[in-house]
């Protein structure tokens, strides 16, 4: 019970960062370089756990192949939901008002849910599988949601749809600890198989940051700022491997 509840209570930084990104959408309204070097940070911080942390760990249990095999399947299970699911990406969508403003907002909250359930889950699996690696990766999807968060709440702030971008918010903040207790259940059934678990997580959050990376290249038309944020990313995440 109090491993449930260490997890839940972890995955529920999410609803804090969520709050501090419409807040940050509603006082700034619209910062295109605040959110290219913020969705840089965002991409470069889920690349480094994922690729440093998650699949290592899952390495050190199944052995390369298996865990590239689950990771690999774990990208492709998201593409595979990409291309059912409709989704634009956050930059064109934090951006580009007009006729399909609102239809654009609402996609792009889509595209949050859906990728928000799996980060849940990978955070539980974690934890379960080294507490301190639950707590890095905890720390490293609350600030990746930061600027996500501000990229979704833009469109509906601009659009006065106050309604809309609350109820959105609460969606998104709560995908993650839903996405946690599955995880949680999915261990307790199945607990020979977390790290294949913690592979396909990562699998599929390494797709969701280059998914994202693309798009904001074109838009900016060059990386300067991208950089910058990958380059706050990796300083951060060297400070928390350091605490931690």
Do not use: W
């Not at 928000?116 to 974690?126: I, K, Q």
């Not at 707590?135 to 469109?155: D, G, K, Q, S």
């Amino acid at each position: 019970m109090s491993l449930y509840l260490t997890v839940i209570l972890l995955s529920f930084m999410s609803v804090f960062t969520t709050a501090a990104g419409v807040m940050l959408a509603l006082r700034f309204r619209e910062s295109p370089a605040g959110v290219a070097v913020g969705i840089g940070f965002s991409a470069g911080i889920m690349l480094l756990v994922s690729c440093l942390e998650l699949i290592p760990e899952s390495v050190a249990q199944t052995g390369v192949i298996c865990a590239l095999s689950v990771a690999t399947a774990g990208g492709l299970v998201l593409y595979a939901l990409h291309l059912v699911i409709p989704h634009t990406h956050l930059i064109d969508e934090a951006t580009g008002l007009g006729a399909g403003a609102l239809k654009s907002a609402y996609l792009v909250v889509f595209g949050l849910i859906l990728h928000d359930f799996p980060e849940g889950f990978a955070m539980a699996n974690s934890y379960v599988a080294s507490p301190s690696l639950g707590i890095l990766v905890a720390i490293a999807i609350a600030l990746h949601n930061l600027p996500e968060e501000f990229a979704m709440a833009v469109p509906a702030v601009l659009l006065r749809r106050k309604v809309f971008l609350y109820s959105s918010a609460l969606l998104s903040a709560l995908a993650e600890p839903l996405g946690a207790i599955v995880g949680l259940v999915a261990v307790d059934f199945l607990p020979g198989l977390n790290p294949l678990f913690i592979a396909f997580a990562a699998g599929a959050m390494i797709f969701v940051s280059i998914h994202e990376l693309a798009p904001l290249a074109r838009r900016y038309g060059n990386l300067s700022l991208f950089v910058v944020g990958v380059a706050l990313s990796g300083l951060v995440y060297l400070t928390l491997n350091a605490i931690i």
